[in-house]
C-alpha cells in the first residue's frame, strides 16, 4: 500500500515562491508515476503536472514556466516548486501516484491516479 504525504504549503504574496514535497512511503520497488493536483473551493480539480519513470514532466498551460516537478533518485519524495505565484494558484495541492512507469493523460490525468494524500493549503495573497 502507497501512502503519500504532502508538507510545504502555507501562505505567500503574490509573485513569490513555495516548495512542495510528498513524502513516498510503504511501497520499496517499482517505478511511479507522480503528479500533482489541486483543488479550490467550488471549482473542479485540477491536474497541474506529472513526472514518469523517464523523468519526462507535463504540465498544465497555467502553470507552464511558473511551476517545476522534480523527484529525488530513490523516488522517496516528489517536489512542486512554485514560483512567481498569482492568487488563482490558491487551492489545496494534492500528490498522487501510480505504480506504473508511464503517466496516463500526463497532467491532466493526475486527479484520476489511485493513490493520493490528504493535500496541503496553498494561499496566494494579492
Known amino acids: 500500500q502507497v501512502q503519500l504525504v504532502e508538507s510545504g504549503g502555507g501562505s505567500v504574496q503574490t509573485g513569490g515562491s513555495l516548495r512542495l514535497s510528498c513524502a513516498v512511503s510503504?511501497?520499496?520497488?517499482?517505478?511511479?508515476?507522480m503528479g500533482w493536483f489541486r483543488q479550490a473551493p467550488g471549482k473542479e480539480r485540477e491536474g497541474v503536472s506529472s513526472i514518469d519513470r523517464y523523468s519526462t514532466t507535463t504540465y498544465a498551460d497555467s502553470v507552464k514556466g511558473r511551476f517545476t516537478i522534480s523527484r529525488d533518485n530513490a523516488q522517496t519524495t516528489l517536489y512542486l516548486q512554485m514560483n512567481s505565484l498569482k492568487p488563482e494558484d490558491s487551492a489545496s495541492y494534492y500528490c498522487?501516484?501510480?505504480?506504473?512507469?508511464?503517466?496516463?493523460?500526463?497532467?491532466?490525468?493526475?486527479?484520476?491516479?489511485?493513490?493520493r494524500g490528504q493535500g496541503t493549503q496553498v494561499t496566494v495573497t494579492s
Open positions: 498522487a501516484g501510480l505504480v506504473r512507469g508511464s503517466c496516463p493523460g500526463g497532467s491532466a490525468g493526475v486527479p484520476d491516479l489511485p493513490y
Open positions: 510503504e511501497y520499496t520497488g517499482g517505478t511511479f508515476c
